[in-house]
């Protein structure tokens, strides 16, 4: 299956940590890739590879993976951290797939 | 900087054709494969398709296999979405996106609205 599934929300208290999931059986071949996207706005690149960050991404984001499930965790949760999380791998004809959304409410 | 500027939705109606446009700048747009990327109004978002750096490979969503075309123009630095036979389902912001490892984007653009209805 080239789905991929996530949570559809979860909230985190302000300072403490969050760790949001995606499952999929592309996920045993491939890492995830983890997207944060605020209302109105264009999806941003948290986390790419094995757990990279992009220039300009806080370190309170980090990403895992194991078996057929990848990880983002946000350690540490802001007010600004407050939007939905996608993942995204490839599916086995190469094509780009997105986890199912998750979103994200800083008590 | 990155810059990635779409243009050219709309409204249409069903069975109507539309061709969306990327203006890229900032970057050496030959050097990358680019993507179209979509996400209908409060929902997901859905990869629609891909290109490699020198038009050699694309890839497309089921949904829109066979409707969607997409090209670009390494001269004029500009990316192209052709879309025929549009369906109601097919209403979403679209993103023209910048992809450092084929699948995983690193820049967006802002989306442009295409609206199919009669």
């Known amino acids: 299956s080239s789905e991929l599934t996530q949570d559809p929300a979860v909230s985190v208290a302000l300072g403490q940590t969050v760790r949001i999931t995606c499952q999929g059986d592309?996920?045993?071949?491939?890492?995830a890739s983890w997207y944060q996207q605020k209302p109105g706005q264009a999806p941003v690149l948290v986390i790419y590879?094995?757990?990279n960050r992009p220039s300009g991404i806080p370190d309170r984001f980090s990403g895992s993976s194991s078996g057929n499930t990848a990880s983002l965790t946000i350690t540490g949760a802001q007010a600004e951290d407050e939007a939905d999380y996608y993942c995204n791998s490839r599916d086995s004809s190469g094509m780009g797939v997105f986890g199912t959304g998750t979103k994200v409410t800083v008590l | 900087q990155v810059q990635l500027v779409e243009s050219g939705g709309g409204l249409v109606k069903p069975g109507g054709s539309l061709r969306l446009s990327c203006a890229a700048s900032g970057f050496t747009f030959s050097d990358y494969y680019m993507s179209w990327i979509r996400q209908a109004p409060g929902k997901g978002l859905e990869w629609v398709s891909y290109?490699?750096?020198?038009?050699?490979?694309?890839n497309y969503a089921d949904s829109v296999k066979g409707r969607f075309t997409i090209s670009r123009d390494n001269a004029k630095n500009s990316l192209y979405l052709q879309m025929n036979s549009l369906r109601a389902e097919d209403t979403a912001v679209y993103y023209c996106?910048?992809?450092?490892?084929?699948?995983?984007?690193?820049?967006w653009g802002q989306g442009t609205l295409v609206t199919v209805s009669s």
């Open positions: 996106a910048r992809a450092s490892m084929i699948v995983v984007v690193d820049y």
């Open positions: 590879g094995k757990n």
């Open positions: 592309s996920l045993r071949s491939y890492y």
């Open positions: 290109i490699s750096s020198s038009s050699s490979y694309t």
